[in-house]
């Protein structure tokens, strides 16, 4: 029965997806799409597998380079990310925990937060020329607030009778933030991280379109110039891919972190 139900579930889950590759497939082959335009699925996954194995050489240079392509935007992410996930949970517990740190750091960061990391990316290239410095500065950026904001409000909603337990059993400040603060706010910073991930795979791209001569996004925007929108269908793909195969780590790793919220709302993020 079990396995009944996990079929269905899955059959469910891809029906919508499978109908409207055939239908866009069955349009292309009809000529009712141009494909100058919209290239059909066949010819996109034909671009892939070339772009992965270089087997055909359908896409000439980037032939064989998907492997370099994506691991160069991976390593900009897992930088970015990494010193955004840091920083973000160590303000984050000081602002959501220390009153004096909430006056001081707050408002600036409130008036910085709704910036678009986008409209960094001038000051970026100046600052840190073409290269990776600037993909990782707008990843950080963009990965920075969605977990810091999710940090204060965990912090911020933990059960005060939590915290006077503690202190009432002879806890010191640090023992709390370790053993009361940290747990009981962690299913809100792992919330944030998920949210975090998918704004950094958005801006590494968008910085590889601009201030990067490599990655997936790079390839994406060469690949637009040079009309070649298979590839700039499979780079998008791709991003997609590694995107969501991020994410589903970061949920393993909640599910690992947070057994006791199996089964409830992060999970269903």
Not at 66 to 94: E, P
Not at 95 to 123: F, H, S
Not at 166 to 187: E, F, T
Not at 233 to 257: C, P, R
Request: no cysteine; net charge positive; proline share 5%.
């Amino acid at each position: 029965m079990k396995l009944a139900e996990q079929t269905t579930s899955f059959l469910l889950k891809i029906i919508v997806p499978v109908t409207f590759i055939l239908l866009w497939e069955f349009l292309s082959r009809a000529s009712m799409i141009s494909s100058s335009l919209l290239p059909a699925p066949s010819s996109i996954l034909a671009a892939l597998i070339d772009w992965v194995f270089g087997t055909t050489g359908l896409v000439e240079s980037n032939s064989g380079q998907w492997l370099t392509d994506a691991g160069n935007s991976a390593l900009r992410v897992l930088i970015g990310y990494s010193i955004a996930t840091v920083a973000a949970i160590a303000v984050g517990i000081m602002i959501g925990w220390w009153k004096p740190m909430e006056k001081l750091v707050e408002p600036t960061i409130q008036m910085l937060r709704p910036i678009p990391p986008v409209a960094w990316i001038p000051l970026a290239i100046i600052w840190f020329g073409i290269a990776d410095k600037p993909a990782i500065f707008l990843v950080f950026l963009a990965a920075f607030f969605p977990i810091l904001i999710n940090t204060i409000h965990g912090v911020k909603s933990v059960d005060k009778n939590l915290v006077r337990a503690g202190g009432m059993m002879g806890a010191k400040q640090w023992h709390i933030l370790r053993y009361v603060i940290l747990p009981a706010a962690l299913p809100n910073i792992m919330a944030g991280m998920r949210i975090g991930i998918g704004a950094a795979w958005m801006l590494t791209v968008t910085a590889e379109m601009v201030a990067v001569n490599s990655g997936l996004g790079y390839v994406l925007w060469d690949s637009y110039y040079f009309l070649r929108y298979d590839l700039v269908i499979a780079s998008m793909i791709s991003i997609g891919l590694l995107g969501f195969l991020t994410d589903f780590a970061i949920k393993k790793a909640s599910q690992a972190l947070l057994p006791w919220q199996r089964g409830a709302s992060i999970e269903n993020i």
